[in-house]
Nanobody, 124 residues
Framework: QVQLVESGGGLVQTGGSLRLSCAAS????????MGWFRQAPGKEREFVAA????????YYADSVKGRFTISRNNARPTVYLQTSSPKPGDTAVYYC?????????????????WGQGTQITVSS
């Protein structure tokens, strides 16, 4: 199994920046493509960003494209989400997820392992 632990959440002002980290442990050879999702109160979990095993391919939701950046360090192994120019609408619990195949997908059902989540609150 794979364990994922997110960190780096907190309170940030509009226009600020915050970097989330997600550290993988356990059978990390099973953790290949990875993604970030978020869930705001009363809303369904939604896709934010995803990255392939090599890091050569990245995908973003339209709502965060140009503002958020996903990256990974396979030596650690850790995946990151750099949030720039956050907006109050970005307030949510952010979840890290991984899947056993190398190609990322945008559907939450396509991921095999999940972290517990970390809260980002954006104040205006």
């Amino acid at each position: 199994q794979v364990q994922l632990v997110e960190s780096g959440g907190g309170l940030v002002q509009t226009g600020g920046s915050l970097r989330l980290s997600c550290a993988a442990s356990g059978r990390t050879t099973l953790s290949n493509a990875m993604g970030w999702f978020r869930q705001a109160p009363g809303k369904e979990r939604e896709f934010v960003a995803a990255i392939s095993k090599s890091g050569g391919s990245t995908y973003y939701a339209d709502s965060v494209k140009g503002r958020f950046t996903i990256s990974r360090n396979n030596a650690r192994p850790t995946v990151y989400l750099q949030t720039s120019s956050p907006k109050p609408g970005d307030t949510a619990v952010y979840y890290c997820a991984s899947r056993e195949t190398i190609v990322p997908v945008t559907a939450a059902t396509g991921y095999d392992y999940w972290g517990q989540g970390t809260q980002i609150t954006v104040s205006s």
